[in-house]
Every structure is written in C-alpha cells, then in structure tokens.
C-alpha cells in the first residue's frame, strides 16, 4: 500500500514562493498519474495540478502561470513550485492519485499566504 508524506508548507507574504514535496512508499508509485490538491476549512477539496506517469501536467485555471508541477520517478517524490502566491492559495496541500485517489491520504501540509 502507497503511503504519502507531504511536506515544505509554510507561512509566506504575498508573492512569495514554496516548493513543495510529497514522499510516496510502496509499489507501483512510476505508474501512477499524480496529483497536488488543496482544502480550507468549510470548504471542498480542490484539484489544483496534475502530472502523468511521462510527466505531462495539467493544472487548474487558479494556478496557471505561477505553480508548476514536477516528478521524480527514481525518488518517488511529487512537487510543486508555486510562485507569486496570493492570498486565495492559503489551504492545506495534499497528493494523491488522480483521478481515482487512494483512501490512505497523508496529512498535508500547511500553506498560508499573508501579509
């Protein structure tokens, strides 16, 4: 069974930028169309980026131009770099699979943008 570790949240101002990872164990990991998602309490959970397995990405209208997501298959590892943060792209940051998501989702983590 896949687990995932995300990771490289934090608080940044207006502008700024984040790299974030996600670590995934188990099998099969190569295969697997990846994704970044986001969540802010009271509100769904939010596709903002994808990756196929040859590392074509797709991303949400929100983030285009300033996130790009990227893969290392031989680390089993997902990013994101996201640029000129705003405000809106406060939330906690998930990967998983897309779009069939594994049930064993990590915990996130923390990105608040603020000034």
């Known amino acids: 069974q896949v687990q995932l570790v995300e990771s490289g949240g934090g608080l940044v101002q207006p502008g700024g930028s984040l790299r974030l990872s996600c670590a995934a164990s188990?099998?099969?990991?190569?295969?697997?169309?990846m994704a970044w998602f986001r969540q802010v309490p009271g509100k769904q959970r939010e596709l903002v980026a994808a990756i196929t397995s040859g590392g074509n990405p797709n991303y949400a209208d929100s983030v285009k131009g300033r996130f790009t997501i990227s893969r290392d298959n031989a680390k089993n590892t997902v990013y994101l770099q996201m640029n000129n943060l705003k405000p809106d792209d406060t939330a906690v940051y998930y990967c998983?699979?897309?779009?069939?998501?594994?049930?064993?989702w990590g915990q996130g983590t923390q990105v608040t943008v603020s000034s």
């Open positions: 998983n699979k897309d779009p069939v998501p594994l049930p064993n």
């Open positions: 188990g099998s099969s990991f190569s295969i697997f169309r």
